[in-house]
């Protein structure tokens, strides 16, 4: 798993913890819930939690013309943490919107998106098939939205900025060699297609392969590789335990994590946080499903461990390690499971079967 704690805040002395919940679109406003009962379940392994209910979206927007209002970020710069759920970004372009995941991703300076997948062994004491770690850039490359559409006598051109600086790649190089020390295999892929963008992807590459070297022997340990992004994709499918940390600039990391997540079963399943230096944010790497929504059988296991992995990520390993034990036994029994998994159990089935192996 995503195993080191990057921020450390527990502490005997803390009494609660002050955890934003913005289920926003979608699903996100059944599984949130799930992932909130969850976390009040655990007990002592975390100080009591005090949640804060909070708006952001594409509902939110069609009422009050903002998808991510400045209450709801002054509200969390007074959290410890948050989880989101899932928001209903058109596809087309609507005037004024903007999505409020990456509009709160630079709000927060929220770096890193850390989403682990991890298949779940038959038998316990079997390592599983699957586990690896992608670590996505999550300020810049073309989700800067610098984007125009100009008239030209050949018809309409569309361009948009490709951003990409050292002081962004170095970061999430060194959050990638962090995750790397927690891990037993100690190793750091960079996916990159500098054969070709020779300049951006270029020095992400660069900077990442620098940082080991300005290091002074902290991440001697660890073995770094890299691979050009779509031969590490087929490679992901054909042979995914090559992998144990991936590092990605953020449109290459946003792909490969989803593919990934058709290693493990389903979307259903991937966790991930938003991770700075200063706040943490779960959210389940699944959209916001508006097909299943209303229906009770969305899968709430992403948010589930993407609350356990929000709460490792502050220090209350034990806390997350009861969660994740939870989670996979549900999953191996295989007895209740909603439908993306092949069952036939709803989103409060599986809440209930989790919260009985608590």
Request: hydrophobic share 40%; proline share 6%.
């Amino acid at each position: 798993m995503f195993r080191t704690p990057v921020r450390r805040m527990a502490t005997a002395a803390r009494q609660s913890l002050k955890i934003g919940l913005i289920p926003a679109d979608g699903i996100g406003k059944e599984v949130i819930p799930a992932a909130r009962r969850v976390l009040e379940a655990i007990g002592s392994d975390i100080p009591k939690p005090e949640f804060v209910p909070l708006l952001a979206g594409w509902e939110v927007f069609t009422r009050s013309g903002t998808a991510l209002p400045e209450e709801t970020v002054e509200a969390l710069r007074e959290c410890d943490g948050a989880l989101f759920g899932a928001v209903s970004s058109p596809s087309r372009r609507v005037t004024g919107y903007s999505s409020p995941i990456v509009a709160l991703r630079k709000e927060l300076d929220l770096y890193a998106n850390v989403r682990p997948v991890i298949s779940v062994a038959a038998n316990p004491e079997e390592k599983p098939a699957v586990d690896l770690v992608v670590v996505r850039e999550n300020t810049e490359c073309l989700y800067v939205k610098q984007e125009q559409l100009v008239p030209t006598e050949n018809g309409k051109e569309a361009r948009a900025t490709r951003l990409i600086t050292e002081r962004a790649s170095r970061r999430i190089g060194k959050m990638a060699f962090e995750i790397a020390l927690g891990r037993p295999r100690k190793q750091v892929t960079i996916i990159h297609k500098s054969n070709v963008l020779s300049v951006t992807d270029g020095l992400f590459r660069e900077t990442i392969r620098q940082v080991p070297v300005d290091s002074n022997g902290r991440y001697d340990s660890v073995k770094l590789e890299e691979q050009i992004v779509d031969s590490a994709v087929y490679r992901l499918f054909r042979e995914p335990q090559i992998y144990d940390v991936m590092v990605a600039p953020n449109l290459y990391g946003d792909i490969i994590s989803d593919a990934a997540a058709a290693l493990v079963g389903s979307l259903g399943l991937v966790p991930s946080v938003n991770a700075g230096d200063k706040f943490i944010m779960g959210e389940p790497v699944h959209g916001s499903a508006p097909d299943i929504e209303g229906k009770g059988i969305a899968n709430p296991i992403a948010a589930i461990r993407s609350a356990a992995l929000m709460i490792r990520h502050m220090g209350y390993t034990s806390g997350a390690d009861r969660i994740d034990r939870a989670v996979d036994q549900v999953v191996r029994e295989g007895q209740v499971l909603t439908p993306d998994l092949g069952g036939k159990s709803s989103t409060d089935d599986v809440l209930n079967a989790v919260l009985k192996k608590l």
